[in-house]
């Protein structure tokens, strides 16, 4: 009857065991997820406002332009000085698309050979 109440307490500990687990494993990955969704949303509110300031700006786009500094700052933790807030806010983000530099890249191999 003994061997019967050991066996009994394992079985009661190793189920608080796996429940404790369970619970574990469970925050920890909502954790993560909620930290990956966090910096997907981060993420695409930098390229939103990126695209805000690369576009020409005129009178009425002055509110937009500073909360996209705004954004910039605050989700990229990066700080603009008074000078380049003020450039910002009068002139276009200066934008070099991806494939005009290969397309570069690529007639000037071409022009070498």
């Not at 619970?23 to 990956?36: D, K, M, R």
Request: no cysteine.
């Amino acid at each position: 009857m003994a061997e019967s109440k050991k066996v009994d307490r394992s079985a009661w500990w190793l189920a608080v065991a796996g429940t404790i687990g369970v619970v574990a494993g469970a925050g920890v990955t909502g954790a993560f997820n909620y930290l990956g969704q966090k910096n997907d949303l981060d993420a695409k509110m930098i390229e939103l406002s990126v695209s805000v300031l690369r576009a020409n700006p005129t009178p009425g786009t002055g509110p937009l332009r500073a909360w996209a500094i705004d954004v910039i700052q605050k989700r990229a933790n990066f700080s603009f000085n008074q000078a380049q807030q003020e450039a910002l806010l009068k002139e276009p983000l200066p934008f070099v698309h991806d494939a005009a530099v290969v397309g570069a890249a690529v007639a000037n191999s071409i022009q070498s050979h």
